[in-house]
């Protein structure tokens, strides 16, 4: 009896010594966001806005990684570089194959409205006013509120949405305002928005409407990215 658990001790370090690899990390959607991260599978209702926010980079720097062009359609199933175009030759067949395995590219992939590139030179004003639950800074990338029911959420300044979908960190749904090719704005929300991706929008717009304070129905996360970067809106809101 001893000699059998004998063996099959050592059988089980052996299979655990040769199941265990180096190799490059693949991230799903449902992952936290990590720098060492190495690739991306996109997930359907990813845009490579919404990829690019999450891992803090910019979805021009993933376009040009992953060789893909304007209107930067991208398709569930790809495996994206995030950091480094030299990673990206080992990926072209996979994706190529799943380009091929998916009839309608048009209605199953997604890909970013046209946007402005002109540099943004207008005001900044504050998305609600409401009570701050957690200010920026200390691990915060933004501003966290609670709002009351009823209250509407405004684009912080003029814009394109480029991205409307599922939320990050505990949030449902995720809105995404591109305002120069530098600056983004992005508005974590637990209600349904009142835009679409392509539309215009400034201050008297209106993202979202609260419909409910409970159930965390009024939390509402606030950011800013400067070239993928948070920044602090009370430097853009007091300064611009």
């Not at 067949?93 to 395995?101: D, E, R, Y």
């Not at 997604?110 to 691990?139: D, H, L």
């Not at 304070?213 to 939390?219: C, E, F, T």
Request: net charge positive; proline share 5%; with cysteine.
């Amino acid at each position: 009896m001893w000699t059998k658990t004998l063996l099959l001790s050592y059988g089980l370090v052996f299979l655990s010594g040769c199941t265990t690899e180096s190799r490059a990390v693949v991230v799903e959607r449902s992952s936290i966001s990590l720098r060492d991260t190495n690739y991306y599978v996109v997930a359907p209702g990813d845009s490579l806005y919404s990829i690019a926010w999450r891992f803090d980079t910019q979805a021009k720097l993933l376009a040009e990684y992953n060789e893909i062009d304007p209107p930067y359609l991208i398709q569930p199933g790809w495996r994206l570089s995030l950091w480094s175009r030299n990673t990206r030759l080992s990926d072209k067949n996979h994706n190529n194959k799943v380009k091929k395995s998916i009839r309608r590219p048009d209605t199953e992939g997604r890909n970013s409205p046209k946007t402005v590139v002109q540099r943004y030179t207008g005001a900044w004003r504050w998305p609600v006013e409401a009570v701050v639950t957690r200010p920026f800074g200390s691990g915060n990338k933004g501003i966290d509120y609670v709002l009351a029911r009823g209250q509407t959420i405004h684009a912080a300044a003029k814009g394109l949405v480029v991205y409307t979908g599922p939320g990050l960190g505990g949030y449902r749904n995720l809105v995404i305002v591109k305002h120069d090719a530098s600056y983004l704005s992005a508005y974590g929300i637990n209600t349904d928005y009142l835009v679409a991706e392509g539309d215009a929008v400034g201050p008297d717009k209106g993202i979202a409407r609260v419909l409910s304070s409970v159930n965390n129905g009024g939390k509402f996360h606030f950011e800013v990215r400067r070239e993928g970067k948070p920044v602090n809106p009370h430097q853009l809101v007091s300064t611009r």
